[in-house]
């Protein structure tokens, strides 16, 4: 069982396009949720929380629904710089409060 | 520049040999994780520490033991491993307990297994 689904990529765009990801998570007891970002053979990065009430940053757009345990992610206006893996992570486990990653989505924003 | 450091960056190993991968953080956090990552799968977590503990073991193979002598550094000793075993090895750390917390990774060892 996949704890943490996201869409299959790649997602090839051109500059400037809207693109949105989507990501599942099969853990009901989930707490937090996060948007990690990974370049190419670097370490992931946070890239934004999730909140349920939904939270902007920039061109950055997080939404969260928890009653169809569905996370999702919008740029908009994309660049060449966004192209990269976006990770779908979910907290769960009490107090240890361990991330569960998804398999990550790919992007690749052309001129 | 990352405040999770990791040594060493690249490693080829024979599937006879014993080694150890380090991992340091010196942001103040008592959590730490070691997650493996091999090619077209997620980020898997093996191991959690928190305050020096282990409080997780992702059924991982004891081929893998782990070992946190203080909050800011932790060690991934590796013996009889399979190339199978080949993947990047990220070390991160966060504040523990509960909540909104955001880990930061180290930059990762390569490993080959030959």
């Known amino acids: 069982r996949k704890e943490v689904e996201q869409d299959p990529g790649p997602f090839n765009v051109p500059e400037g396009a809207t693109v949105a990801f989507n990501c599942t998570y099969s853990n009901s007891a989930s707490q937090s949720f996060f948007w990690y970002r990974q370049d190419c053979r670097k370490e992931p990065k946070l890239l934004m929380s999730v909140y349920s009430s939904g939270n902007e940053d920039g061109r950055f757009t997080a939404q969260l629904n928890r009653a169809s345990q569905y996370i999702s992610l919008l740029i908009r206006d994309s660049k060449l710089s966004d192209s990269a893996t976006y990770l779908c992570?979910?907290?769960?486990?009490?107090?240890?409060?361990?991330?569960?990653f998804g398999k990550g989505t790919k992007l690749s924003v052309k001129p | 520049e990352t405040g999770v450091t990791q040594t060493p960056r690249h490693l080829v190993m024979g599937m006879t040999n014993k080694k150890s991968l380090k991992c340091e953080q010196h942001?103040?956090?008592?959590?730490m994780y070691w997650y493996k990552q091999s090619a077209k799968k997620p980020l898997e977590l093996m191991f959690v520490y928190n305050f020096k503990e282990q409080t997780e073991n992702n059924s991982v193979p004891s081929r893998f033991s782990p070992e946190c002598p203080n909050s800011s550094h932790l060690f991934l000793h590796l013996h009889t491993l399979q190339p199978e075993d080949s993947a990047l090895y990220l070390c991160a750390s966060s504040p523990a307990g509960r909540g909104n917390t955001e880990a930061f990774f180290g930059q990762g060892t390569r490993l080959t297994v030959v």
């Open positions: 992570v979910v907290i769960y486990g009490g107090s240890q409060g361990n991330l569960i």
């Open positions: 942001l103040g956090h008592n959590a």
